[in-house]
């Protein structure tokens, strides 16, 4: 028996990262989209680029099943502030969530 806190050695760390147009990021729904893997946030990264004019909030999770965060992702492309949201899989983007604007995460 495993417990839910112990880290798997093997299990590379995932991210679901969330875009929106500088000052439209919505942090409460973007938790809210994360259900009950909120809790199993591991890392929290927000960012504001000036130079891109975009905001951006990346989530990193080491125990959350992909196809669960990728349906996050999809649920959150879904919202009309969001420019794009993207599932890395140990440092790169998820080829199967795209972004609105076509443009690659």
Same mark, same amino acid.
């Given at each position: ?5 112990? @880290?798997?050695?093997? !299990?590379?760390p995932? /991210?679901?990262? $969330?875009? =929106?147009? =500088?000052?439209? *990021? @919505?942090?409460?729904?973007v938790?809210? %989209?994360? +259900?009950?893997? !909120? ?9 504001? /680029? @000036?130079?891109?004019?975009i905001?951006?909030?990346? $989530? ?14 999809? @649920? *959150?492309?879904?919202?009309?502030w969001? $420019?794009?949201? /993207?599932?890395?899989?140990? +440092?790169?983007s998820?080829?199967n $969530?795209?972004?609105?604007? +076509?443009?690659? %995460?």
């Amino acid at each position: 028996m495993t417990c839910p806190d112990e @880290r798997q050695p093997d !299990a590379a760390p995932l /991210s679901v990262t $969330v875009r =929106a147009a =500088a000052g439209q *990021l @919505r942090i409460i729904p973007v938790w809210q %989209a994360l +259900g009950q893997h !909120a809790a199993q946030a591991k890392r929290i990264r927000v960012h504001c /680029s @000036r130079k891109h004019d975009i905001d951006e909030m990346t $989530v990193t999770f080491e125990s959350v099943s992909p196809a669960e965060l990728a349906e996050i992702a999809r @649920r *959150l492309n879904a919202q009309p502030w969001v $420019v794009a949201a /993207s599932l890395q899989f140990a +440092g790169t983007s998820s080829p199967n $969530v795209r972004s609105k604007t +076509g443009r690659g %995460a």
